[in-house]
């Protein structure tokens, strides 16, 4: 009976939510992007769509090709990651015993930002594709700055439940690694051996000098699948990359770029984005799953109501992450 009255109540502030936004907004329930419509509420708190638009702008950053996908469509595939966090947040703050220090979350907001610069090719196109989502700047900087504080809490909180034995795993060397995820510029032999050389060469060059590897990435790579995404191809351990590839990119310095490798494709100049050691990969999994233990014991004692078409996918799901995602890793500073 208890029950029934809560899954009442949420009803109600279902509706209450929506007729309030209408009241606020005349035009809300006719906004084109649909923003004012509540697509679920968590113990009587609100997710909006416009609060998933804001996910769904940093998902397409980082995958291109979802810019082509309908934005209804985006924003049920992100809802979970938007309860998930709220329920997730809420707890380690209330959890967390000292205060994040104000230098500590602006490092981590900056840090972010600066990735999506990168990602997005230049301050200027990051300006356009924030326009183009119908989003201002201050409203991004302001949900990443958000972001910051929110995931570095629950990092300090989970990390402090969780069973490591007091070690660092973060102090170790790209030559330990035993998977990486790196991002490359493909350059085809078209012409001749020594134009592509020479193309490789000239593109490491300004890389070096500063142009941003994603942008080089999206102007010059003949790999048209991973140019799009800024040259990045994903995750690898050693048996799944050409030996020559994983070679050279274990002796350069994370972040950096190396010299033009030749295989039968032509001449790739990759750049390691991150790595894992075997005592990494162990850290991450003890923390992840303390991370699910206290995600399903929130999920269980909360109220959850979605909108009709959204639904909370079961933990353990292929959930795509949000901006800090990797809330557990250090950040590899990117030259």
Same mark, same amino acid.
């Given at each position: ?14 509706? %209450? =939510? ?21 697509? %679920? ?26 810019? !082509? ?47 999506? *610069? ?14 183009? =989502?119908?989003?201002? +700047? ?11 504080? +929110? ?72 790999? $048209? ?13 050693? $048996? *799944?990359?050409?030996? !020559? ?20 494709? $032509? ?48 933990? $353990? =799901?292929?959930?795509? +992450? ?14």
């Amino acid at each position: 009976m208890v029950r029934w009255k809560k899954l009442l109540l949420l009803i109600a502030t279902l509706a %209450a =939510s929506i007729c309030s936004a209408a009241a606020h907004d005349p035009d809300a329930l006719h906004d084109p992007q649909g923003r004012a419509q509540v697509v %679920a509420v968590v113990n009587r708190r609100v997710i909006t769509a416009g609060d998933l638009d804001l996910y769904v702008l940093d998902y397409r950053m980082r995958r291109a090709r979802a810019w !082509d996908e309908p934005i209804e469509k985006l924003r049920r595939q992100i809802v979970t990651t938007a309860v998930d966090d709220l329920l997730l947040g809420g707890w380690a703050d209330i959890q967390m015993e000292n205060q994040i220090p104000p230098a500590m979350i602006e490092a981590s907001f900056r840090n972010s930002w600066n990735d999506r *610069e990168n990602i997005a090719g230049g301050a200027e196109r990051l300006r356009d594709m924030i326009a183009d =989502s119908r989003l201002t +700047e201050d409203q991004v900087r302001d949900w990443y700055k958000r972001k910051a504080l +929110e995931n570095l809490t629950i990092r300090e909180v989970i990390v402090s439940r969780a069973d490591l034995g007091g070690k660092n795993p973060f102090d170790a060397k790209v030559a330990d690694a035993v998977r990486l995820k790196v991002a490359q510029i493909l350059i085809h032999v078209s012409k001749s051996e020594e134009d592509a050389l020479g193309r490789a060469l000239l593109i490491r060059r300004d890389v070096e000098a500063g142009l941003a590897f994603e942008r080089a990435a999206r102007l010059y790579s003949d790999d $048209g699948a991973s140019a799009l995404d800024g040259g990045e191809l994903g995750w690898f351990d050693a $048996g *799944e990359l050409h030996p !020559d590839l994983w070679n050279a990119a274990k002796k350069v310095v994370p972040g950096s770029c190396t010299e033009p490798v030749r295989t039968k494709a $032509g001449y790739h100049l990759m750049r390691v984005l991150d790595f894992e050691t075997p005592q990494q990969i162990d850290y991450l999994r003890i923390v992840e799953e303390e991370e699910q233990k206290q995600l399903r014991e929130l999920r269980d004692k909360s109220d959850i109501l979605c909108a009709e078409g959204y639904e909370l996918l079961p933990l $353990g =799901s292929d959930v795509e +992450e949000s901006a800090a995602g990797d809330k557990y890793r250090e950040p590899i500073p990117q030259q």
